[in-house]
Every structure is written in C-alpha cells, then in structure tokens.
C-alpha cells in the first residue's frame, strides 16, 4: 500500500537520489547530459531541498511504500498569486511510473489546495516530456508558452499548466 507523508530534513538526501535516479530517464533525448547534470546541480542541492522544506509556505510529500519512496511532488503555497498552489516537483522512480502514483500525489495537492482554500493548481512541465499527457488526463490546461533562461546557455522550453480545483 502506498503511503503519502510530509518530508522532513532527514529526507534531503532520498529526495536528491530520486531525482539523480529520474531524470536522466525521464528527460533523456529532451535536453542534453550536461543540461541535466547542470539543473540537478542547480535545484536538487542538498542545501536547496533542505531550505524549501524549512519554507513554511512550500512541502515536499513523500510516496512510500514498504519503507522505500518511490516518488515525491513539492508545491508552493500562494504562487504565482494568492489563488494558486505551485506543483515545483512531481517526479517517480521510472520504475514506479503508471501505476497510479502520480494520480495519488495530484489528488493530496488538490486536498491542500482546498484546504487552504485556493483555487488553481499550477505548474511547468517540459513540452516534449511525457508527463504533460498525464497532466492533461488529470484536467490540466496549457495556459501559454514559456521559455525560461536558467543559465550557462541553457533553457526550460515548458508549457505552463493551469487546473481549476473549485
């Protein structure tokens, strides 16, 4: 059975592995090695993972099941406005994927969107990568294009995605 819980500090390190292990998976033929090296550098830092945890306005929620996490999503609370809840990060090991995990940690975003009373979820997802057709399946919209300059010559060409919870 699958459990969902709230990270702590203590779990910086299995969010990093999950990530280094995700990645050059999910984004390979999309963007390049060194591009992916370059961003897991620059957001997946233990220090960066361990200070959005601290971040009363940001959580990372865990998948586990049998002591072992297999996914983890973030999100932001009132970004980018006050009616919004920010999905950072939803990412499962390659293995885990399409077994409904995904749909279960949306579903726990959705609950604290509500919970907070806000009413979209929002997120940028890469427009080449698979998981824009499960953010479509789940009711996701494209609100527009965005490319974004991260640095070093590299660039996030994404779609950003809008759903309305209530």
């Known amino acids: 059975m699958i459990t969902l819980r709230l990270a702590t500090l203590e779990d910086a390190s299995r969010i990093q592995k999950i990530a280094?292990?995700?990645?050059?998976?999910?984004?390979e033929g999309i963007i390049s090695p060194n591009q992916i090296r370059y961003m897991l550098d620059?957001?997946?830092?233990?220090?960066?993972?361990?200070?959005?945890?601290?971040?009363?306005?940001?959580?990372?929620?865990?998948?586990?099941?049998?002591?072992?996490?297999l996914g983890f999503c973030s999100i932001e609370f009132g970004n980018p406005s006050s009616e919004y809840l920010r999905i950072h990060k939803l990412y499962l090991l390659p293995e885990t994927q399409g077994l409904g995990i995904g749909k279960l940690l949306i579903d726990k975003i959705t609950h604290e969107g509500l919970s907070h009373e806000l009413s979209f979820l929002h997120l940028n997802v890469n427009k080449h990568n698979k998981a824009f057709h499960f953010y479509q399946k789940l009711g996701f919209e494209v609100e527009r294009e965005e490319v974004i300059d991260i640095g070093?010559?590299?660039?996030?060409?994404?779609?950003?995605?809008?759903?309305?919870?209530?």
């Open 152 to 166: 070093n010559d590299y660039i996030m060409d994404d779609f950003v995605m809008v759903k309305a919870i209530r």
């Open 42 to 69: 620059l957001m997946y830092s233990k220090t960066k993972i361990e200070t959005a945890i601290k971040d009363q306005n940001q959580a990372f929620w865990l998948a586990d099941k049998d002591g072992e996490t």
């Open 20 to 27: 280094e292990d995700t990645w050059p998976i999910s984004y």
